[in-house]
RNA sequence: GCGCCUCUAGCUCAAUUGGCAGAGCAACGGACUCUUAAUCCGCAGGUUCUGGGUUCAAGUCCCAGGGGGCGCACCA
């Protein structure tokens, strides 16, 4: 049967064209001479007798073919494909006496049979392990998934440009790391044969791209997958999409307006308008963003004056007081954050960009200005969700030496997040990192805000799921 | 890792207090010259996730296991 298959299939237009090319320009009932050969997925099937109608779709959408008997010498073969059968086709762009923008058939040609006929025609598939698992159902059954990874598609080229028009350069830096900085999470451990050696795959890109600041690199950055080994939820994949830029000669405040105006500009490039819906609500996202210190979101919320100078046991009160579980070994720095992720940060509509970290927490952002005990470092917080995490770089190779030794120390304790001392980070910096801003955001949380997905699984294409012994039930096996 | 929910035909879903496992769509055969999830006629389709148990009788109740979802914990 696939011997008639050809070997290839030239289209002269996307279903997108025709629509935007013909769209109300044929009155009903007229069929031009305007020939056009396309190509895609048969979706619907309407045989009446001498006459067929069928709903053709590729990756830009759906029109209506029309053929007749006597005008279309395969007609019968027509009549008989399957739904989801791939089809090229070529005829007369026209529209049916009742309206609908058609071509009108005089040849077509299989060009791919489907064996499953899976797919309900009008709800689609909702099974969500089939989905995840075989996402190339997904994507054919359910015509929002498609068109939510073109967004996503969309999205990342949009970054990419935004930023190379700002004189950004885009680089790639290890996934195989000797030491898994840059973050505080537990990494992925793989070994490598002929290295005798065991790698991490990398938790954040951050130390790599900030050695190549070091090295002369102005504006650079990186899009790219990283690893954590934790918890899967509607929010965290094992291995998610960051894109990290640092900026020599600018601090954070820099990095908010970039910020602000990158996410601002890619919703309306993917939706038109600044406002997104999440649940029930919009949320504009036109700058400027709110900025708010944590001492004052956490003060909003739970009218209680909360910072790192206040003593340790009268903040472990404050805890107590609101329910907020906590080790006993835990330093005000770490109290304070967890204050804050448990009683305020959830409940930020946002945009909010979130300022003013713990220093203890924070040991790759630079002291704050004003305050010894905070650093200078933002999260953008929008529905609840961090977006984007950024700080004036730490550049001071002493001061940087000790944070990594007290986090070793942490690590050693039993913190598995906490951070390894990275000699050659510091050695990068006693060559010198001039003052610099640096700023991450997940990419698919973004991609989530944009286009009203509820869980990253519905932004991922190929999702961590648990692994299930593969059973073949197609019948190309005998 | 813990708790709750869930799994029935290719897909979407039914099945009353435990009582012969069903429908729509898809597929297959047929009718039909303007349909829009076309309509009409016909035919076929099952290890009810798996394994135990209770019972005269289990899709349904119980136990164990597996997949998925949600929540918690960890985190971004």
């Known amino acids: ?91 007369y762009m026209m529209r049916t006496k009742k309206g609908e923008l058609s071509v009108k058939l ?51 080229s949009y970054i990419r440009r935004y930023l190379q028009d700002k004189g950004f350069v885009e680089v790639e830096t290890p996934i195989l790391n000797k030491i898994a900085g840059g973050a505080t999470a537990k990494p992925f451990v793989t070994y490598h044969n002929s290295l005798g050696t065991d790698f991490y795959l990398r938790i954040a890109p951050e130390l790599y791209l900030k050695r190549l600041v070091v090295g002369g690199f102005e504006k650079v950055f990186e899009i790219g997958r990283v690893f954590r080994n934790e918890g899967l939820s509607t929010r965290h994949n094992p291995e998610f999409t960051l894109l990290e830029l640092y900026q020599a000669y600018v601090d954070y405040t820099d990095l908010m307006v970039l910020c602000e105006n990158l996410i601002y500009e890619l919703a309306l490039m993917i939706n038109g308008t600044s406002e997104v819906a999440v649940g029930n609500k919009l949320i504009d996202l036109k700058p400027p963003f709110r900025r708010a210190t944590m001492e004052e979101l956490i003060f909003e919320s739970i009218n209680e004056r909360v910072n790192v ?85 730490l550049n001071d190779p002493k001061d940087q030496l000790e944070r990594m030794t007290d986090q070793a120390r942490q690590k050693k304790q039993g913190d598995s997040e906490a951070m390894d001392v990275d000699y050659d980070y510091v050695r990068a910096l006693e060559h010198g990192l001039p003052p610099t801003g640096g700023l991450g955001i997940g990419i698919d949380r973004l991609v989530m805000l944009l286009t009203g997905a509820t869980a990253i699984r519905d932004v991922i294409l190929f999702p961590t799921l648990k692994p299930v012994e593969a059973e073949f039930d197609g019948d190309s096996e005998n």
Request: some cysteine; glycine content about 8%.
């Open 1 to 91: 049967m696939t011997d008639s298959i050809p070997y290839k299939f030239d289209k002269t237009h996307d279903i997108l064209d025709l629509r935007q090319k013909y769209e109300g320009k044929i009155e009903p009932g007229e069929t031009t001479e305007d020939y056009v050969t396309i190509a895609g997925r048969l979706m619907l099937s309407r045989p009446q007798g001498k006459i067929f109608f069928g709903n053709l779709t590729d990756w830009t959408g759906t029109v209506q073919l029309f053929a007749q008997e006597n005008s279309l010498t395969n007609f019968r073969d027509l009549t008989k494909m399957s739904l989801g059968d791939w089809i090229g086709a070529s005829g």
């Open 106 to 156: 005089n040849s077509f040609v299989p060009l791919a049979y489907t064996k499953h006929g899976f797919g309900d025609k009008y709800k689609g598939i909702t099974d969500t392990d089939l989905r995840y698992r075989h996402r190339e159902v997904d994507l054919w059954a359910n015509e929002s998934t498609l068109k939510v990874f073109l967004a996503r598609s969309k999205v990342i």
């Open 309 to 393: 100078h206040i003593p340790l046991n009268e903040l472990q009160e404050i805890a107590k007081k609101h329910n907020v579980t906590f080790d006993e070994s835990w330093m005000s720095g770490k109290l304070v954050l967890e204050i804050y992720e448990k009683t305020t940060e959830s409940d930020l509509e946002g945009p909010v960009f979130v300022l003013d970290y713990p220093k203890e927490v924070s040991p790759l952002a630079r002291t704050h200005r004003d305050d010894e005990l905070l650093v200078e470092r933002f999260e953008c917080i929008i529905a609840g969700r961090e977006l984007g995490n950024a700080f004036s770089e």
